[in-house]
């Protein structure tokens, strides 16, 4: 299994937004600047969350994990998003029913069974309210990598201690 990079630079704070897209825009745009993902994730992720909506309405704050193709990824890698104020993303499952979003997870994942295993383990993190509002309001970038590096019990690059 490839190491999954989640650091500082991929960990995002009151971003303002004025739609999902311009989030995903932002975020996918930073994760472009970090050398992780080729130029086309950034409209790759964009169209896929107007397919095939990931707004979860999770107790606490509401998260959206989007993710799209492997070609479009050059590094196996995690961003978190804290939203300033939430945008709203379309509910899972649905094709109008949206919820407001703070928390968004971006994946970008090189294999497909990789995205499916990351994806049960954000799952357990949904799950928890408390967790979720923590990663929320955690402005320490080091605590919130060592928090999600526990929480989703995964080899991580970057976000090690020295």
Same mark, same amino acid.
């Given at each position: 299994?490839?190491?999954?990079? %989640? ?5 995002? $704070?009151?971003? /303002?937004? +004025?739609?999902?897209?311009?989030? &995903? ?39 959206? %994990? ?5 070609? $479009?990824?050059? /590094?196996? +890698?995690?961003?978190?998003?804290? &939203? ?79």
């Amino acid at each position: 299994m490839t190491t999954l990079l %989640i650091n500082d630079s991929l960990i995002l $704070h009151d971003i /303002q937004a +004025s739609s999902k897209e311009d989030a &995903l825009r932002q975020m996918a745009g930073n994760m472009l600047e970090q050398g992780v993902v080729k130029e086309s994730y950034i409209d790759a992720i964009i169209e896929r969350e107007n397919n095939y909506a990931t707004g979860l309405p999770t107790k606490g704050v509401a998260v959206a %994990i989007p993710h799209t193709d492997r070609e $479009h990824v050059l /590094q196996k +890698s995690l961003s978190v998003g804290v &939203l300033k104020e939430p945008v709203d993303f379309v509910i899972m499952g649905e094709s109008e029913q949206t919820v407001p979003v703070k928390l968004i997870f971006m994946l970008a994942m090189d294999e497909n069974h990789a995205q499916l295993s990351l994806l049960q383990k954000l799952m357990g993190i949904f799950q928890d309210e408390e967790r979720l509002l923590y990663l929320a309001r955690e402005t320490d970038k080091q605590k919130l990598i060592d928090t999600l590096q526990s929480s989703l019990d995964l080899t991580l690059k970057g976000g090690e201690k020295t």
